[in-house]
């Protein structure tokens, strides 16, 4: 089969690779329909060897995280419910030596880094959805566990932002959104997300208001710089600020240290693969199971910019779409 694998030096190049057709015992395999390209893709392809984090072992060095396609086999102790099934994928929920990568015809993971798709939607809408669905899940367990009562989200139209939207919503925890746009404040209000805020000059004011009322003391951070600065003034005392992404990561986030004491401010790093969700498995199956039941929701569905051919992998690679767009695999 057709698959793009990644060199010793981290380059990308479509090979022919032996095909999986029998499922090892925990596993799944895929037949392919798309698969997208996230941003954690090009930063860690970009990192020289040097850095001393080493390529994850995969069989064929065949490279690809995020995808969507149908179950054709299953390995011993694989549950029932996902032969023949439309799976979203996201393949480092379940790190194994067995994985085949998601950027070829058929893939190998194990069977926890796959939601079943409900039948009536088209699998490639969520090609690149699980990995931010998951996020957004295991950072409110982990908030709500730490006990927080409201979340302010920063980069609050991407596709975490929108995947916190829909969770918090059906759990009913008030949740403020920061956007840079009033094209994007209008578009989650359309959506039915009540506290959306523009940061334009002033938005302060009305954070600290909102966040007063709300009780939002738990921050999901996904810019950094500037932004993640003036929204650290505005918060409740005994907040806690995650930090999860860094598309502001060239300007340094800067504040008064008295506001540490003060606020009695926290501030951590959030990843998936540290979670509780994610770590524990019987966690991960459960929340899997009940993101099955919302995954069909128009705000979990991967925005897809253009398709490419395997054969297009150095243009899909430079491809950057408008709005967070992703370019997207097809066989």
């Not at 209000?189 to 009780?215: M, N, P, Q, S, Y």
Request: proline share 4%; charged share 20%.
């Amino acid at each position: 089969m057709k698959a793009i694998c990644v060199t010793a030096t981290r380059d990308l190049e479509v090979r022919d690779v032996p095909a999986p057709a029998q499922a090892a015992a925990g596993h799944v395999v895929i037949e392919m329909t798309a698969s997208a390209i996230n941003h954690g893709d090009k930063t860690f392809l970009k990192r020289p060897a040097s850095v001393g984090v080493a390529l994850p072992a995969i069989q064929h060095d065949v490279w690809g995280a995020s995808g969507a396609g149908k179950v054709i086999a299953v390995g011993e102790g694989v549950p029932s419910r996902y032969v023949g099934r439309q799976v979203a994928i996201y393949r480092s929920l379940g790190r194994s030596a067995q994985s085949v990568g998601l950027w070829s015809e058929r893939a190998q993971v194990p069977y926890t880094s796959c939601l079943i798709l409900p039948d009536h939607v088209e699998s490639r809408d969520y090609s690149g959805s699980l990995v931010n669905v998951m996020t957004a899940y295991a950072f409110i367990e982990e908030s709500v566990a730490a006990g927080h009562r409201g979340i302010v989200v920063t980069a609050g139209h991407s596709a975490t932002g929108n995947a916190l939207a829909v969770l918090a919503r059906r759990r009913g925890l008030p949740a403020i959104f920061l956007v840079r746009t009033d094209a994007a404040r209008d578009a989650l209000r359309a959506a039915g997300v009540e506290h959306v805020i523009a940061t334009g000059a002033g938005f302060t004011a009305e954070l600290a208001e909102r966040a007063a009322k709300l009780d939002a003391t738990a921050v999901f951070d996904g810019v950094g710089g500037s932004l993640l600065s003036e929204v650290a003034t505005a918060l409740p005392v005994n907040s806690t600020i995650w930090c999860y992404g860094f598309l502001d990561g060239a300007s340094p986030v800067s504040f008064p240290s008295a506001l540490v004491m003060m606020k009695n401010l926290v501030i951590r790093r959030f990843s998936n693969f540290d979670s509780a969700t994610v770590k524990d498995r019987g966690r991960l199956e459960a929340a899997l199971q009940a993101l099955e039941t919302v995954i069909d929701d128009p705000l979990f569905r991967t925005r897809i910019g253009d398709t490419f051919r395997y054969a297009q992998i150095d243009a899909a690679m430079a491809y950057e779409g408008l709005r967070g767009a992703k370019a997207v695999l097809v066989p």
